[in-house]
Structure formats: structure tokens, C-alpha cells
């Protein structure tokens, strides 16, 4: 273990060093710093693909696992290390089951396709990005079969979130659709005019370090940036970024990113830095990742007794905008529904419906049953079913994310299975901590971030997402907490 | 040579990716994160350090080049490519001549004396430091022996400034010591109390924004920051940053630092980015990189041309500073003589003092003629002698430079050397140009940085530090343009 963990440390430097670049880059980089930027990271990540693929890394492994299976042949490991070693045998099978050839053309195309995306969304040119997607999605079949799972969007699923399967997502997604879509239809829809007013930058970024206190934000470790879009980018448990964005009359978005980003902030300050490097020093997967964040950004951070303890601040840092607004009539307006057809501006009820839309669309384009060309018609159809809603065009359609540019195909799901996920969490950390609201009202999250370093953070890879889950809830991932959760907020 | 420059090209890269990282360091980095940060650097720095001394390197450049002698053994090269390979082999040279043991050792030890000498410096403890200097002289002589030069502090000049000796230097620096120290007896010390008054931070941040326009700071590929100490690190003609520190009670040290930063900015910001990685894209040397610095710092910076133009905006900043005070007041106010025994904070007539000063001790404690525990004493008297000054302690005597910490014997004549190489450019500059003032006057620099970069810039590394001065000014470098000028503008 001792070498790998020796290569595997060398990648993690590798890999800090291209975070600092890139956030770098989102932040303060002159803008005319970008060609040389990108020459930089694409030096790093063939330094990091070139260990991870190399003979060195391959002879190491090869001496504990069997490369084919992956089946540990070694006696007195510890459950850790176990863990750990299933995960090294993991990410070098990824990475070393797809040809180089392959490689370099999905970076490639999605690189281009990516410019080509943000100038087709910016004038709503559908057709422009069409053929780019064709390929895309090709590719992505492609690499499914590289991947060698029976149906290539199993692969693609289990890229992003070990051991996820298509008939997982189905059956943990079917029983949502129903209850919120009738939440969605019946919710009223309070008035929230107060947040469109003027809040300054200024003070919107005095709230929001304000808040991230309750996430035990330490600047000593930490910073806190403004970027386009919002973003965590923790190179080290002692150096965590995460960064909002400021919209001068929509207060509610930077605050809520704040707090998201800094949920995921808090998962990378409590991996164990002693392991930086091994796998018992990564997050355990990109859903459990999106966990918690949800876990902070909804379930704590858009919660009465939170603001309980944090609207007379806001209303301190707010006076002329929030005197008159009761802390009742503001918790509704930050939890109202919106019927909008953008994703990221959506509310916690709407959110799974537009993450299910995109899952539903992206298996069929996978499958070959929908055709690029159908793709804004569909989209549109299924967004008046699942959502009322119809969107104005395809720049607010199907063009709005850039996930299917970069040739993310497998990847939404795992927004939904953050929730579904913190719900389940919740649930046990409730049950063994009734008095939370309490606290939380009184601004104590201590024994909270406690649970969660104990429960999720420090055990870093060391348990699959579903091994992680049942350990800690005692169930598998279930779509029940997070139905419950939700119908009673709602109700 | 094109496979040589494909090296030296990723080797850039490495190396833009180092600067941006400890620009970052400097700027806003984490406190918390050092320790993972010098980890990431220690890396860069094997990964450089391998692919200069490799084996490819070495048998791509033997075919060019005798490698004992460096003679070149193609024919066909321009004057430029000529120039680009005999930097190659000197790098080459300087990097295999030192023993990996040894080059260890002494990182090892400077890494450490930079912390002993920094709280040596706060306790003003000089016998803290004195143990780890003493070892650091050894190991710089023995750096000396092993660049083979026959006198040791002949190599570590050298590995600063190629091709200088300390018999150039004394005969340089000999013809300064008179005139200066008869400027600072006998110049009157005007009233300058106005620029101690309080200076509000953004109004200096504005003010140095507007002050570095005139050397053409563009945002677009350029930045300015804060930092403890100013800086500048450009990773790419297209992405160059530089830092000053702000004292409220001190305007002009901001000010200074940012137009001192930005000289060197805009030598990095025109070298020819289509020789990026190869030594025709790299800066001739630290003393013209100095003299970059100096002719924006001093020549035009300190000038009365200069402050025509900018004084009024200065008075529009700082009204209630400014208001009673004239161009000619403030004008001889910054150019005061500081009786100050920190070389930072010192004069343009002082300064060369300071620097002759640590030559003659630093020359004296290579050849063994003056030991580490008797430097104190012998700072303080030619302190005295030389500057008219008593430092109260060691703090602000002989432990007030990081340079020897750092192992940095042979650096402090690139200081004086820049200031001669750029009197003796902007000589031949006002020959061409007489009506630099008038122009200056109005604001336009517009013909003096197409000149800088025509004459220096745009040769990067193609001509040594004697050939671009000769090429430019018709004559080998000495002190008579720099002592006529600093003479005319006291007289």
C-alpha cells in the first residue's frame, strides 16, 4: 500500500496544483491569461493520466489486486484499507479502459463543443450545437462500451457514482413524480416581491459569512470569491475555496450558493488529511458529495429554526428592505414555488422534476429512441407534462445546461441522489438528535458538523455510496425520507 | 532545435504553474494551506529540475553544442537562435554542475535559515542566525568551487548575471562612492510631513491604477494586488501580476513599489510570446530586468516631467493632503535624502551606498576574511562610514535582507547594476528622443515603451547583458551615465 499510496500522493499534488489553477482562472485570471492556462492544464492532467496509467502504479496494484477482477489478494488489510484499495483498482480500471486515442478525441470535441454550446445558447441557435451533440452522444455510447457494462448508460451512471444503475434510477425516481408534481399544482404561490429588491453587494457578502459561520466556515483554511458561477474547489482539507455569485436584487441566490458551496467546503475541511492522497482522503462520490451540500443549502439552510436565529441579522444587515417582512412571510418567499423552466433558478420541489426530465431524455438519446433533431420538441413536451411549463424558447430549454456539451451523459442523477440521500441522513441524525431545531435556532450546529465529520466525512472511500448509506441510516438509499420530508414541509 | 525548445516549452509550463501558485501564496491563499503548498512546489521544482538535467535534454543539446565548451556546431543559426542556444547550455551547465546531494543540502538549510532569520529579525537575536549563516557562507563557497570558477564569488555573480566578476563590479561601483556620499552630506533635507499624513487605501489603489497606465497596465493581461511585499510574477507575456503594499501613512511607498513592480511587468509583457519556453522569450538578466524597473521607478517615476502630468490627479485624490502643497514642494519632497539605515526604504542617491556596502561584506565573508560573528560589528562601521548612519540594532542592521537567508550571495550588485544599465539606456533614449520630457509632461509614454521594447524587450535572452548594452548604447556599461545624471538632477 505504502507505494501506492506514494504515486497516488504525487497525483493528489498534480491534481491540488491544477484546483488552485483553476479556480485561479474563475476568479482573478486576466481574461487574456486563458490560452496559456489552458497549455498549463492540460500539461497537468497528462503528468496525472501518465501516473495513473503507468506501469509503476500498474506493478504496485497488480501485487495486492487482481487487475482483471479486482479481487483483494491479500491477507490482514484493515476495513479502511480495503476500501481504499477497491477504490485504486477502481479509478485505474477507469482510466485505463478507454484507448488514448478515444481519450484525446472526447477531450477534444467536448472542449470545442463546449465554446460552440455557449454561443448556440447565447443565440438560442439550437442547430448550431446540434451536430456537436451527435457526436457527442456517439462518443458517449462509444465509451460506454469501452467501459464494458452491458448497457452503456450503466457505464456512464457508474463513472460518476460507483455501482449506480439505470434501473436504480428508475426505481428510486418513480415514486417522485406524483407527489411532486401535485405539490407543484396545489402550493400557493406567496408573495416574495420583497427579495427583488436592492440588496448591496456588500452587506449580501457580510450575511453570507455570517452563515457560513453555522458551517464552522474558518478562513484560516478557507476563502470565500465571487465567480460567474458558483463553485468548491478544496485542493487540500487545509485549503478549501468555494466561491457565489452576487445578483444585486436576488439576494437569496448568493446566499443559498454561499451555503451550498460551503456544504461541500465543509465534506473536503474534515477528510482526513493524514490520508491526503489515498482514497480514504477523497469524498465517496459525487451524490454523497451533493448531499451535503443539499444537506445545508435545503434541509438546514432554507428550515424555520435557521432562520429563526438568522433573520433578525438579515433583517439587521436589510432594514429598509426586510423591516416590514415578517420572519413567516420571508420563510415562505425563500421556500415559494417557482414556475420557471430553468433548473439552477428552481425551487427544492421543483428541482427532481427537471433532474427526471433530463434523465428521461438523456437514456432515450443514448438508446438511440430520441434523435438530436427531436431533442427541443421533446424537451418542451415533457417540461409541459412533468412541470406546467412551457419555455420560451431553446436557449431556456434545452440549450440551458452545459453538462451534455462537456459530455456529462450520467451525470444528473446524482443531483436528485444528493437529496434523496441527505433526506435519508437527516432522518437518523434526527432521530438521534431530536432537540436539532433547538439548537438550530439558537445558531448551535455544532453536534450537526459533528455528526456529519463522524458519520460521512472522515471515512473518506472507504465505503461505497450504498455501503456508506446502509452503515450509517441502517437502509438502502430510498426515495421514502426525502418524500416524507418534503410532503411535510409542504403540507 | 526544435526538439530542445519542445522541452524547455514544458518546462515553462511547469514553471508559469509554480508562479501562479506562489503569487497565490503571496495573495490569498489560506494561511492554513503553507504547509501542502511548499509540498505542491517542492514537486514542480523536481519535475523542472528533472526535465532540465534529464538525459533527453542533454542529447538533444549535445548535438547542437559541445557540451564541455558550449561551442556551437551547427551552422546556419541566426544571430537569435546563436544567442537562444548558448542560453540553453548555460542553464544546462548551472543545473548539472551542482550534485543532487548537494543541491539538497542547500535547499534544505535555506528553507530553514529563511524562518531562523525572520524571527532573528523580530527578536533582533542576531546569534540565533549567526550558526546557520556561518553554514550558508560554507555552502555558497562550495557552490562557488563547484560551478568551477576560480574565484568562488566570481560563480555566484555569475549565476545571478552572466558573464560578471567582482573585478567588474569594484570597478563600477569604485567611481560611485565619492560623489554619492558628498550628495547625502551635503543636500538639504526638505520638509515632507505632508506625506505623512493619512493616505486612504482605495484612493492610492486608484491613484497607482492611474500611474501605471502611463507604462501601459492593461487589465486585460495584467493584474494588481496586495501582498506583504510587493512582487512581480508574470507566467506568460499574456498573464502578468504585481503586488504593492499600502501603508496608510506613507502614499508614496505604494506608489513607488506599483510603478517599480510594473517596469518589471512590462518587460515580461513584451517578450515575444511566440518564443514562449524557449530563452528568447526570457528576460536578459536580473540587473536589465532591474534596470527595467528603475527607469520607471526613478528615471520618469521621480521626475519632475512626470509628476507635471500626474501631480494634479494626485491633489484630485488627496485633497485635504495636497491642497496647500506645490509640484515643486512635493517634487522635492519625494525625492528627498532619507538618512535611513533600511536599503528598502532608502533614497535613489543612498541606495548604491547600501548595496556597495553589503558587496564589501558579503565578498569579505566568501574569502574568509571577515567571520560571521564579527559582521555586526563590521555592518555598523561601514554603516557609518559609508551612510553617516548608526543602525539601533542588528533588526534594522545586518539581519534587515532575506537575500543571505536565502543563500543569495552574489545578488545585491544586480541592484546597483540595474540602476546603471538604466541611466546609461535612457542616455542614449534622450538622445534620440529630447522631447521625452515635454511628452512626458502630457502623459504620453508612448515612444519611450516602443523604444524599451524594441531595444530590450523583444531580444529576450538572444544577446548577453554586456552584448544588448554595447548593441544599444555603442558602449560597454559604466557608471558615468548614471553619476552625470544623479549629479545634475542634486545640483
Known amino acids: 500500500m505504502k507505494e501506492l499510496n506514494e504515486i497516488s500522493r504525487e497525483i493528489a499534488l498534480l491534481h491540488s496544483t491544477a484546483g488552485i489553477l483553476s479556480w485561479d482562472q474563475e476568479t482573478y485570471m486576466p481574461k487574456g491569461g486563458s490560452a496559456i492556462r489552458a497549455e498549463e492544464l492540460a500539461l497537468l492532467s497528462q503528468l496525472i493520466h501518465q501516473r495513473r496509467t503507468g506501469k509503476k502504479f500498474r506493478t504496485e496494484l497488480g501485487k495486492l489486486v487482481d487487475l482483471e477482477t479486482g479481487e483483494i489478494r491479500v491477507d490482514g488489510l484493515s476495513r479502511a484499507e480495503r476500501g481504499a484499495l477497491r477504490a485504486y483498482h477502481r479509478d485505474w480500471s477507469l482510466a485505463t479502459r478507454l484507448p488514448e486515442k478515444f481519450v484525446r478525441e472526447f477531450a477534444l470535441l467536448t472542449s470545442e463543443s463546449q465554446q460552440v454550446w455557449a454561443s448556440a445558447r447565447a443565440d438560442n441557435a439550437f442547430g448550431r450545437f446540434a451536430p456537436y451533440l451527435e ?13 464494458g457494462a452491458e448497457d452503456p448508460y450503466d457505464a456512464l451512471l457508474d463513472e460518476h457514482e460507483p455501482n449506480l444503475t439505470r434501473r436504480k434510477v428508475e426505481t428510486l425516481f418513480k415514486p417522485l413524480k406524483t407527489p411532486l408534481q401535485e405539490l407543484i399544482r396545489r402550493l400557493p404561490r406567496p408573495d416574495s416581491s420583497f427579495l427583488q429588491k436592492r440588496y448591496a453587494p456588500s452587506k449580501q457578502m457580510a450575511m453570507s459569512y455570517e452563515l457560513l459561520e453555522a458551517l464552522g466556515f474558518d478562513p ?16 487540500h482539507p487545509s485549503d478549501g475555496r468555494i466561491t457565489s455569485h452576487i445578483l444585486p436584487n436576488n439576494p437569496m ?9 460551503g456544504g461541500h467546503l465543509l465534506y473536503e475541511r474534515n477528510l482526513p488529511p493524514s490520508h491526503y492522497g489515498s482514497p480514504l482522503s477523497e469524498a ?14 435545503t434541509l438546514i439552510g432554507q428550515s424555520l429554526p435557521f432562520w429563526r436565529h438568522f433573520y433578525p441579522r438579515m433583517q439587521h444587515h436589510f432594514k429598509s428592505q426586510l423591516a416590514d417582512v415578517s420572519l413567516t412571510q420571508f420563510y415562505k418567499a425563500i421556500n415559494a414555488i417557482k414556475s420557471t423552466p430553468i433548473r439552477v433558478d428552481s ?11 433530463r434523465f428521461e431524455l438523456e437514456t432515450a438519446l443514448i438508446d438511440g429512441t430520441l434523435e438530436v433533431r427531436d431533442l427541443p420538441d421533446a424537451w418542451n413536451s415533457k417540461m409541459e407534462e412533468l412541470l406546467y411549463i412551457t419555455p420560451k424558447n431553446n436557449a431556456e430549454g434545452c440549450l440551458q445546461d452545459i453538462h ?10 446524482t443531483y436528485t441522489l444528493g437529496n434523496l440521500y441527505a433526506a435519508q441522513l437527516f432522518a437518523t441524525f434526527e432521530k438521534e438528535h431530536p432537540d436539532w431545531a433547538t439548537k438550530a435556532a439558537k445558531g448551535d450546529f455544532q453536534e450537526m458538523r459533528q455528526w456529519l465529520k463522524q458519520q460521512i466525512h472522515t471515512h473518506g472511500r472507504a465505503y461505497t455510496p450504498p455501503e456508506l448509506i446502509k452503515r450509517v441510516t441502517g437502509h438502502a438509499l430510498s426515495p421514502e425520507a426525502y418524500t416524507t420530508y418534503i410532503l411535510e414541509k409542504y403540507s
Chains 1, 2 share one sequence.
Open 404 to 413: 451534455w456539451s462537456m459530455g456529462g451523459f450520467g451525470y444528473f442523477p
Open 135 to 147: 457526436r457527442i452522444v456517439h462518443l458517449c455510447r462509444q465509451k460506454g462500451e469501452y467501459l
Open 347 to 357: 425551487d427544492e420541489v421543483s428541482y427532481s422534476l427537471h433532474i427526471i426530465l
Open 253 to 261: 441566490y448568493h446566499l443559498t450558493a454561499a451555503i451550498h458551496e
Open 284 to 297: 465517496a462520490s459525487t451524490a454523497i458529495h451533493e448531499s451535503q451540500s443539499r444537506w445545508w443549502e
Open 220 to 235: 484560516h483554511y478557507s476563502r470565500l470569491d465571487l465567480s460567474a458561477h458558483p463553485f468548491c474547489d478544496a485542493t
